[in-house]
Structure formats: structure tokens, C-alpha cells
């Protein structure tokens, strides 16, 4: 399967906890995106890196998420100190960039659901 | 600041009715719409694709339509089956950023 993949897909965790999600994208994709879904909402946008590059955080994004994508392949989106508040779908996306400066489909992987008991 | 707009946002239609989603958006600068599939718990299937400079898109029972100027998209979904049941968001992408501006979403059920 040449798709998106994430893990784990289910993350229970007690608050004040730590944890750390992981990304594989589309293997020729050059960009990956992260977003969080809550229920019965569509998803928000928290951050984007080209290559390694993290090239632009949402202010969703606050100082306890770091992400990181070292070596522009595989990507981590990491809580600290979780807050009930934080229970979310994360979902991740990749594209490649067009010749023409168009945008490609992002495709999104199947998502980690995050509950902070 | 772009805001984007599904209705309705629930729909229950019989197996093999005709239907359209509706979608709206503040900010008439995209680059192009995204129709997305979202089944219970699960991450987005991309369904159509409309670059800014198309008026529709259309794959299988699926025909997705553009109007820019007005800031409209629609969905339509031709002689639906019990399998179509899902949420749909649509998402625009735009200006000078990199990032896709989703919908709510409209949770549609086909009764067989």
C-alpha cells in the first residue's frame, strides 16, 4: 500500500502526559501537513513543511505541539503536558508540488483519534 | 479570512434519488476545491479536484461545479446508493498560503 499511513491509530492517555504521533506520507510527496478534526467539525490546519523545511504554523499550534520531519520523509507531531482539550483526530496529509505552481490533491492517511481522559 | 460553508448539514434522501451539496466561500482567490468522503472514524478520500480555472469536475456519479466569482461549489451526486452515506467537506485552497480551509461537512444517509 502506497497510500498515507499513521500510527498508532488510537491513542488513550491520561492528562498531563506525553505523546507522540507518527506520519509516513506518499513516498514521492514532498509535502506533509498535519490537522486536527474535533467532532462534527471539519479539519484545522496546524502546520506544514516542505521537504524538512517547517514552512508555516497555525497559532492552533501552541507551544506545548512540536513537529518535526528530519529527514523530509517520515514526520512526528508531538503534545506535551496533554489537555482533555487536545482530544482530536489528528490527520495527516502529502502532496507534490506541480510544475506550474499548482496545488495537487492532498491525500490524507486514516488519522489518530486522541482521547485525554 | 476564508471561511467556508456546507449546506445543508445533514440530508436523508432514498436509495436512488438525484442530490447536491452545497458549498460556499468568503474569499473568491483559490487556487482550487476539494470534494472529500469521510466515513465514521475514519480519514478523507479526495473525490474530485477543480483547479481554479475549471467549471466542473466529474468522476463516475459524481459532478462537482465551480463558479468562482460568486464563491459556489456544488456536489452532485447522481442516483444515490446506500453506500454513498458519508459526511463530504469540501475544502478550498488559496491565496498565500499552503494549507486547505474545510467546510462542516454535510452528513448525508441514503436509505435503501
Known amino acids: 500500500d502506497t497510500g498515507v499511513s499513521q500510527n498508532p491509530r488510537h491513542k488513550i492517555t491520561k492528562r498531563g502526559q506525553n505523546v507522540t504521533f507518527r506520519c509516513d506520507p506518499i513516498s514521492e510527496h514532498n509535502r506533509l501537513y498535519w490537522y486536527r478534526q474535533t467532532l462534527g467539525q471539519g479539519p484545522e490546519f496546524l502546520t506544514y513543511f516542505q521537504n524538512e523545511a517547517q514552512l508555516e504554523k497555525s497559532r492552533l499550534l501552541s507551544d506545548r505541539f512540536s513537529a518535526e520531519r528530519p529527514k523530509g520523509s517520515f514526520s512526528t507531531l508531538e503534545i506535551q503536558r496533554t489537555e482533555q482539550g487536545d482530544s482530536a483526530m489528528y490527520l495527516c496529509?502529502?502532496?507534490?508540488?506541480?510544475?506550474?505552481?499548482?496545488?495537487?490533491?492532498?491525500?490524507f492517511g486514516p488519522g489518530t483519534r486522541l482521547l485525554v481522559l | 479570512k476564508q471561511e467556508v460553508t456546507q449546506i445543508p448539514a445533514a440530508l436523508s434522501v432514498p436509495e436512488g434519488e438525484n442530490l447536491v451539496l452545497n458549498c460556499s466561500f468568503t474569499d473568491s482567490a483559490i487556487y482550487n476545491l476539494q470534494w472529500f468522503r469521510q466515513d465514521p472514524g475514519k480519514g478523507l478520500t479526495s473525490l474530485l479536484l477543480i483547479q481554479s480555472s475549471q467549471r466542473e469536475q466529474t468522476s463516475g456519479r459524481l459532478n462537482a461545479s465551480l463558479d468562482k466569482s460568486s464563491g459556489r461549489s456544488t456536489l452532485y451526486i447522481a442516483a444515490s446508493q446506500p453506500g454513498d452515506s458519508a459526511t463530504y467537506l469540501c475544502a478550498v485552497y488559496g491565496g498565500a498560503t499552503n494549507k486547505l480551509i474545510f467546510g462542516t461537512g454535510t452528513l448525508l444517509a441514503v436509505q435503501p
Open positions: 496529509a502529502s502532496s507534490s508540488r506541480l510544475a506550474g505552481g499548482e496545488r495537487e490533491t492532498q491525500y
